[in-house]
Every structure is written in structure tokens, then in C-alpha cells.
């Protein structure tokens, strides 16, 4: 997260000083706060303890694989990802995509083609959240991206990931109709090719779990033949 001087903070996860002290001094340079992590443990350890604003992943560590730190982070946190992989492991970088990283980088890469993919990320994630901790309270609906929790009235939600990534772009442009495809290529793929009826089922199932009457919705509108549109702070 954020400190006082507000440079976004990058947790480096490698094990070779030869890679992590000039790419460290590089994301310096270029007004990064850089932190270190020698292997998957100290990686989650740390990941938990300072909330980190991206996550410069590699897939090799000494005491386990990225993969499985990627997979621990985000059933804990929506914080940007960039997995590393050596040349030629295409596998991997599958891998690490379905398990939610956002982006890869392909060992040797140099430090300028790194920190301009942790812009590119952070430039893209930084349109989610409405506050710095990445919490969004509209009503008695509160959704916190970073820790990926989600209450109503101070209980908390107990959300499917594709309910809590609907909920999600839904409240970040709360007031503004979102089409149906948006939706979908948001929260699913741009290359979804399921039936359209998967979005209503769950916009169905959060207003359930929100107490939203379909009928007289307070929080969840449909906008009948363009999509659905979140309250906005002062409706809701």
C-alpha cells in the first residue's frame, strides 16, 4: 500500500541478487518503493503484512513455485501480479494467467521493459478502486478490492470470485450504465462464448445476497435491453 511519500509499492519475489538489486535500483530510479522476497513464503508473508500495490512474481523459487504464491494471493487479494518465467515456458505462463496474474515478463528482459509493464498494470488497476485502501462504501454496501471482502450492513458477504468481480465493476462506476457485454467481457473473457443468461443469473444471485428487491432495487438497476447500473452514492 501507499506509504506517506504515496510511491507505489512493488514487491519483487526473486531469489537472484543478480536480477533483484538492479531492477530494484531501476524501479527506484523510476519512483517505485521496491521490496524484496527470496522465496514463496517470505513472499506471502510480506504480501500480507505490507499490502503491496503490484507483485513482480517469478515462477522459480527456492522453496515452492510462484504458481502456488499467485494462487494463495488471490484468494486473499485483488493486488496486480506480473508473473516472470524463463524463455520458452509457455506452460507457465498459461498457467499463471488462468490463476489470475495480469501480466508476464520472459526472462532475460531488461529493467525498462519491466517497469514500463508495471505501469502499464498499475495504470490499468488504478481505474478500480475509488479510495487509496481500496474500499468503495455505497449505502450499507461496502466492498474492500485489496482484502476481497464485501459486507451489507456490516455482514459480511459470502460472494463467488465472478459475483465479487461483478459486484466490483458494478460499484466502480456506480451511477453509470454498464452493458451487458461490457459486463461480460469484464468480468468473464472478451472471448466469452457461453450463454449471455450466465450474467443474469448472477447479478440474480448478488442481489439476493444483497437484499436487493428486483422490483424496487436499491442498489442493483436494470437497464432494460443495455445492461445494469450500480446506485450511486447519493440514491443509495
Known amino acids: ?61 527456492p522453496d515452492g513455485s510462484g504458481l502456488d504464491v499467485c494462487r494463495e494471493l488471490r484468494r486473499e487479494t485483488d493486488v496486480p501480479i506480473i508473473m516472470v518465467t524463463a524463455r520458452g515456458s509457455e506452460a507457465d505462463r498459461v498457467a499463471g494467467l488462468e490463476l489470475g496474474a495480469d501480466d508476464y515478463v520472459v526472462k532475460p528482459f531488461s529493467a525498462r ?7 502499464a498494470v498499475l495504470r490499468r488497476s488504478g481505474s478500480k478502486g475509488k479510495s ?7 449505502g450499507e454496501v461496502r466492498l474492500d478490492a485489496r482484502r476481497r471482502e464485501a459486507s451489507v450492513g456490516g455482514e459480511p458477504l459470502d460472494l463467488s470470485r465472478k459475483e465479487f468481480e461483478l459486484l466490483r465493476t458494478l460499484m466502480e462506476e456506480a451511477g453509470s450504465v454498464i452493458t451487458r457485454q461490457a459486463l461480460i467481457e469484464r ?11 450466465t450474467l443474469d443469473v448472477h447479478v440474480s444471485g448478488l442481489r439476493r445476497k444483497l437484499g436487493d428487491d428486483p422490483r424496487r432495487p436499491r442498489y442493483i438497476h436494470t437497464v432494460r435491453g443495455v445492461g445494469f447500473r450500480f446506485s450511486g452514492p447519493d440514491e443509495a
Open 132 to 138: 487509496r485502501d481500496g474500499a468503495i462504501e455505497i
Open 113 to 119: 521493459e519491466v517497469t514500463a509493464r508495471v505501469r
Open 187 to 197: 468480468v468473464w473473457d472478451m472471448n466469452w462464448f457461453g450463454s449471455t443468461k
Open 1 to 61: 500500500m501507499n506509504g506517506p511519500s504515496q510511491r507505489p509499492t512493488i514487491l519483487l519475489v526473486e531469489d537472484e541478487p543478480a536480477i533483484t538489486e538492479p531492477l530494484a535500483e531501476a524501479l527506484e530510479r523510476e519512483g517505485f518503493e521496491p521490496s524484496v522476497a527470496a522465496g514463496a513464503t517470505e513472499a506471502i508473508e510480506m504480501a500480507r503484512a505490507a499490502l503491496p500495490d503490484l507483485v513482480l512474481l517469478d515462477i522459480g523459487l
